[in-house]
């Protein structure tokens, strides 16, 4: 639907995203290190280390020589596998381009948890949505999820530019794209998409990042930011300006509705 390439979006709390940096350091390198051991240790690798949902539900033992870590880590290790260059590719595009500024406004180390839980919130749904599945889950697609949610969520006015169809560029503010890919995943889903791309961990992915961007926020990191990424301006209001009393003497009496200079009743 569209390829994002860049946003106008500036840190303001961090001085370099180390965390969007290293995860995407790690997931080349678990690639190229899956990739050029050869088909039989990539296969292994994506038996030992992705999420099986009937393995971590006890519903199929997994051959010991493919035992390497325990069961529940594959919530997390799945996600630094790709199939291919263009799965790697893509899921490390769309965290270069929004996943600086979530790191910016969550800090390093929350962010990091957020996007370690995105990713286990892919797997979770999935594996819910599958329970006796044998088919091994794989990529970084559910913590990307998030990563898009909480960016939509935080700065859905910064204009960021894009490749429409994979040809058209376009400088459009974020929630354009955003919203359409997600409603896209949303109709996937529900419609029983193909097969071999995991809807429901995507679903896992978006539900987890909306939530615990609201949680995980850095103080004083505005919702909704305008299209500069700030916060909108406060309206300025100006009060109505306050009666001020005569220099000496007594303050000035009413004046009459019959005229100036008109009797005061008395008792």
Known sequence: MFIPLYDTNRLRHIRLQYVTIGLIVANVLV?????????????????GLGFI???????????????????????????????????????????????????????HVRYLIFYLACAAAGAF?????????????????????????????????????VLAFARIPLRIPAFIPLILWILFQLVMFAAGGEDQISWACHIGGIIAG????LVLRSRGVPLLAGADGEPDPTPNIQQPPLPVEPAGGDPAQPVSQWGRGAATPRD
């Open 53 to 107: 949902p009937s393995v971590v539900h006890d519903k199929v033992e997994l051959s010991p020589e493919f035992v390497v870590i325990p069961e529940s880590l594959s919530y997390l290790t799945y996600s630094f596998l790709h199939a291919d260059i263009f799965h790697l590719g893509g899921n490390m595009l769309f965290l270069w381009v929004f996943g600086d500024n979530v790191e910016d406004a969550l800090g």
């Open 125 to 161: 749904v999935q594996g819910l949505v599958g329970w006796d599945s044998q088919v091994p889950l794989i990529g970084a697609s559910g913590a990307i999820a998030g990563v898009v949610a909480a960016y939509l969520i935080l700065y859905p006015r910064v204009k960021v530019w």
């Open 31 to 47: 690639y190229l290190a899956t990739t050029l051991g050869g088909e039989n240790f990539t296969n292994a690798a994506v038996l």
């Open 210 to 213: 909306s939530i615990l961007v």
